[in-house]
């Protein structure tokens, strides 16, 4: 079946740090794939997205590129500030139904 | 704000008993869909509708229903709880139910089953 996996957390980096958080995937046909970020004590907020192969989602300094041949949508970001501090879930639209499959999501600590 | 509203925000309730959550999609969206989040599990897809009919089903105990109103609006009901049905439940909505489409999740609904 589907499924997304993606790096064990918690991730802690200082201010200014350079940010990557792997996710992979695993879907039968070409899914849409999104990162969702989750701030303490609020719904899911759409960071970015990607509806086929090589192209590159970017957003707020973001960013993730669709890599077809890796299955991969790895989430960047050059320079993360304290307010990035959340839980950031990676997470495919399954082509036959539109569900969302999330993986288990990364929590991210900046610390000044 | 991303448009959609859920309510309650929390629900206090006791084993055995039944709740319903209550989710409002954005304005002019027809698909909802219902996500439970929790611990151990992560966040798993329930059921989708759109328009009023049930699309699709996940996960979703035989204990759990929900429905899509001529409004839009959609209701999650919840009952003979049990602990472990203790999470943050979410709904999102979308325009259609096109591939690939955006959905946008409201706040959620945390039901504490004691």
């Known amino acids: 079946g589907n499924s997304v996996t993606q790096m064990e957390g918690p991730v802690t980096l200082s201010e200014e740090a350079f940010l990557t958080i792997n996710c992979t995937y695993t879907a039968t046909g070409y899914p849409s794939l999104f990162w969702y970020v989750q701030y303490p004590g609020e719904g899911l907020q759409l960071l970015l997205k990607?509806?086929?192969?090589?192209d590159k989602g970017s957003n707020k300094g973001f960013e993730a590129t669709y890599r077809k041949e890796t299955t991969s949508f790895h989430l960047e970001k050059g320079s993360v500030q304290v307010s990035d501090s959340a839980v950031y879930f990676c997470?495919?639209?399954?082509?036959?139904?539109?569900?969302?499959?999330f993986g288990q999501g990364t929590t991210l600590q900046v610390k000044p | 704000d991303s448009g959609v509203t859920q309510t309650p925000k929390h629900l206090i309730t006791a084993t055995g008993q039944r709740v319903t959550l209550r989710c409002s999609p954005r304005s002019g969206d027809l698909s909802v869909y219902w996500y439970q989040q929790s611990l151990d599990q992560g966040l798993q897809f329930l059921i989708h509708y759109y328009n009023g009919e049930e699309r699709a089903k996940g996960n979703i105990l035989e204990r759990f229903s929900a429905q899509q109103f001529p409004d839009l609006h959609s209701e999650l009901n919840l009952s003979s709880l049990e602990l472990g049905d203790s999470a943050l439940y979410f709904c999102a909505s979308s325009l259609q139910r096109e591939r690939g489409e955006t959905q946008y999740f409201g706040p959620g609904t945390r039901l504490l089953v004691l």
């Open positions: 997470a495919l639209s399954e082509v036959n139904t539109g569900k969302l499959i």
């Open positions: 990607a509806t086929k192969a090589d």
